[in-house]
């Protein structure tokens, strides 16, 4: 399965398990040379005390009695065999120590013993009683001879330590019983945490699928919203980043609906105007009795032409030219204003808090100067304020007008809703703004002011 083929859930527990064995490999390797190391160290202090108490005391005395002295130094652990043979460097199936001789050199000749050459081997005896019986044997250990009774699979580790001391030519043969091996116990004892480990994994696993669940039901309502379908808002649940992108999808969505929403209002609109003068005109034409008919179809056509006129304006003032860009708010609103200024009307602006927004730059302008305009045009005045508030820009535009009904806020927003104005004029103008706010990102809202006039509030969200 390709790795761009796997969901989000299947990547991040993909990556948690192979991060998880990596780790786990290493901390196994580790454990073995651990394990390793320690087998070392007790072969290393167990014989330093036992080696040179064997050699200080074999080397004080003629060669010729030391196989007598090695007798009485035996024991059931440890054993000394005097002969012509380095044991330690022909020991079958053994492990030889180089350094560790050196090692154990260098420490006898600290106490003054002059040693030629030195050699140190272990060997793990096998459970095979047979075989267990013949190294006892040859060892002199009778520990190994103990073992091999024993029904328990022991494999006893036996060090070998040979030292030939300067101008001699026999050898002393040291053997000395360590621990048993326990390998796979200790390595299983050790690796405990990597079980652990693995069920953390598994919860983890688990936890990862109720955090991306969010995430599905994001993917299903896209599915469905791409077909058209009516899908209605996601519950924001899981991380913080996701509970954003689920917000995020719902106000995409929103947006959505209501542009179909306004298409559907626009196109249901213009089809009720165009019926009546389109009657009209059919019945004009099929009932001709006077010469007035070419006016009164003049007219009629005057209409219809008009009304297409406002569905170009309204397709033309809201399309998306530009691209999107950042926008400095005061200058943008300094501009508009001086405008209206220039040509001798009241209008005034406050910037309480300069802000930052992205969006299309000529949209953006048409919207805010239509809004300055239905100020001065419907209330005289125009007031603009730019502050901010809860990460967005907030932007003002009062007026000293009558208002408008309370019951009527929502429909000043539709299509050709004129409230009653009298005068020329399509009834698109906050039709337009309010499609060019909400495509950046935006809302706009209406309230009646305490004192008289109507307050437009622009929202956009800031830049970062």
């Known amino acids: ?62 060669p010729e009695d030391r196989v007598k002295l090695a007798l009485s130094l035996n024991n059931a652990e440890r054993s000394v065999v005097i002969n012509a043979e380095d044991t330690a460097a022909s020991v079958a199936g053994g492990r030889r120590y180089p350094a560790v001789a050196e090692w154990f050199k260098s420490r006898l000749e600290a106490q003054g013993i002059s040693v030629a050459a030195l050699s140190v081997a272990d060997r793990v005896v096998n459970t095979n009683a047979k075989q267990k019986d013949d190294f006892a044997k040859s060892s002199g250990l009778g520990g190994l001879q103990e073992g091999a009774a024993s029904e328990a699979p022991v494999r006893p580790i036996v060090g070998v330590y040979s030292v030939r001391l300067a101008d001699e030519t026999i050898w002393i043969n040291c053997y000395l019983l360590l621990a048993p091996e326990n390998f796979w116990p200790v390595l299983f004892a050790r690796s405990v945490d990597s079980l652990i480990g693995l069920v953390l994994v598994g919860l983890l696993a688990l936890l990862i699928g109720r955090v991306m669940a969010p995430l599905s039901g994001l993917a299903e309502n896209a599915e469905r919203l791409g077909r058209g379908e009516e899908v209605g808002a996601l519950k924001a649940t899981g991380s913080a980043d996701i509970r954003d992108t689920v917000t995020a999808f719902n106000q995409m969505e929103a947006r959505i609906v209501q542009a179909l929403e306004y298409k559907t209002a626009l196109l249901r609109s213009l089809g009720h105007d ?18 007035s008919t070419k006016l009164q179809l003049h007219k009629q056509l005057e209409n219809v032409e008009e009304i297409v006129n406002a569905v170009t ?64 045009k419907y209330g005289t005045c125009a007031r603009v304020t730019l502050s901010t508030a809860d990460g967005s820009a907030v932007i003002c535009v009062e007026d000293e007008g009558p208002g408008i009904p309370p019951e009527q806020m929502d429909a000043a927003f539709e299509p050709f809703q004129r409230l009653g104005a009298s005068g020329p004029g399509s009834g698109l103008g906050l039709s337009i703004v309010r499609a060019i706010i909400v495509d950046q990102g935006g809302s706009i809202t209406l309230a009646n002011r305490s004192v008289g006039g109507l307050s437009a509030s622009v929202f956009l969200p800031i830049e970062g």
């Not at 950042?326 to 009307?345: A, C, F, K, T, Y």
């Open 1 to 62: 399965m390709r790795w761009a083929n796997l969901t989000l859930r299947g990547q991040v527990t993909f990556v948690v398990i192979a991060s998880w064995l990596v780790l786990e490999v290493i901390s196994v390797l580790l454990d073995v040379v651990q394990i390793r190391q320690a087998r070392l160290e007790e072969l290393k202090n167990r014989g330093d005390g036992f080696l040179r108490e064997v050699v200080t005391a074999l080397g004080k005395v003629p």
């Open 274 to 291: 165009l019926k009546s003068p389109l009657a009209r005109l059919k019945a004009e034409m099929d009932h001709k009795t006077s010469s």
């Open 313 to 376: 304006t309204f397709t033309r003032e809201t399309r998306r030219d530009g691209d999107v860009t950042r926008i400095d708010l005061p200058s943008l609103l300094e501009v508009l204003v001086e405008e209206q200024q220039d040509d001798g009307h009241d209008a005034t602006l406050v910037i309480q808090s300069a802000a930052i927004v992205c969006g299309r730059h000529n949209a953006l302008t048409r919207a805010v100067r239509n809004l300055i305009e239905n100020a001065i």
